[in-house]
């Protein structure tokens, strides 16, 4: 009896090892098998090979950290590669690359910002990835060291628990005439590739004095960082935007805050872009990545949070809110850092010294 017993305790057993392991070996074939995404499929094996030998990446963003770090689980999960993701303000982010490229440091691979193209020629290396002839053209730096992964359009916002719509201005030139705005408006700091749209479109002597009289009137107080001030006017801290990216002020109101986006001419157009370093520590790792950024489904991602996609495969969020904003005057402003400095000075001499 006890033999028997003992026999059939073995059996039992010796199946159950069996079962355990025909049922690892049909999940390492089921994971062996997994269909790569096709944004990974389509690149050289060599390259994604010695992306995965390098294993590790690092992102420079002005990406808020809720749309980044799950945007790059994504591309962990589809590569294995580990991604360090640093995120700072336009000027925060440029100042650290300059003075890590003066002192040749191999401190990061990617940078995504809406500013990569005022980065100097040497710092940024020239890549095609094969995702790029999918993005718009106009997305698509010429000498191929910058690709928009979203697209930043600028408009005014505001609080639709402080402001009427019925109150908005029709044209800048109303500001001025809403002066118990004052103390209540808000604009960012690195605003001036805006500024400088609003220049090209009524002209230096025009525009000067606009600028001069919107600002006696209504004091702007100059925030850091466009999440930030998206934030401040969803939040009641202050009415008015003067202008601020839209897909921002999406991002807020999807969260469920009390903001939303006017449409004024002109309407300054950008990028939010990636570049590669010369530099790169991971500089194969960094060439996947890039592919990836702007891919459909990295675009469609960060479509959930209202960011508007360079690709004409992926929905906007919510659909059909940019009818109003294709029917205004776009430009298309992308300074040079020559350029960017000249505007920046502008900037500075119209709102802080007033």
Do not use: C
Request: aromatic share 8%.
């Amino acid at each position: 009896m006890n033999s028997s017993h003992h026999i059939v305790r073995s059996l039992a057993a010796g199946m159950v090892a069996m079962l355990l392991l025909a049922g690892l070996s049909g999940t390492a074939s089921a994971q062996d098998n997994k269909k790569p995404p096709s944004w990974l499929a389509q690149l050289d094996p060599k390259l994604v090979e010695a992306a995965k030998k390098e294993g590790q990446l690092v992102v420079y963003s002005s990406t808020n950290e809720t749309e980044g770090l799950p945007w790059f689980k994504i591309f962990e999960a589809d590569t294995g590669i580990k991604v360090s993701y640093i995120r700072g303000s336009d000027v925060q982010l440029n100042a650290r690359i300059a003075i890590e490229h003066r002192a040749r440091q191999k401190a990061w691979d990617i940078v995504q910002t809406a500013s990569v193209q005022q980065l100097p020629p040497d710092i940024i290396t020239a890549y095609d990835p094969p995702e790029a002839k999918n993005i718009r053209a106009a997305a698509r730096a010429k000498d191929q060291r910058w690709f928009g992964v979203y697209t930043n359009y600028n408009t005014p916002a505001y609080n639709t628990k402080f402001v009427k719509r019925e109150e908005l201005p029709k044209t800048y030139a109303e500001f001025a005439k809403r002066p118990q705005w004052a103390g209540k408006v808000a604009i960012d700091v690195n605003d001036e590739t805006w500024l400088a749209t609003i220049y090209e479109h009524y002209g230096e002597a025009e525009a000067k004095k606009l600028m001069g009289e919107i600002v006696d009137t209504l004091k702007p107080i100059i925030i850091q960082g466009h999440l930030a001030l998206a934030r401040a006017v969803g939040s009641g801290e202050y009415w008015i935007a003067l202008n601020n990216f839209l897909n921002l002020t999406l991002n807020v109101k999807l969260a469920g805050q009390p903001t939303d986006f006017w449409v004024l001419d002109p309407v300054s157009q950008q990028y939010g872009q990636l570049g590669i370093s010369t530099n790169s520590p991971n500089p194969n790792a960094a060439r996947v990545a890039a592919n990836f950024m702007l891919s459909r489904e990295s675009q469609q991602h960060l479509a959930q949070f209202g960011r508007l996609p360079t690709r004409d495969d992926v929905e906007m969020n919510p659909k059909g809110i940019l009818d109003p904003v294709l029917k205004a005057k776009i430009i298309t402003t992308m300074p040079t850092p020559e350029e960017g400095r000249k505007w920046s000075k502008v900037f500075d001499e119209t709102f802080r010294k007033r």
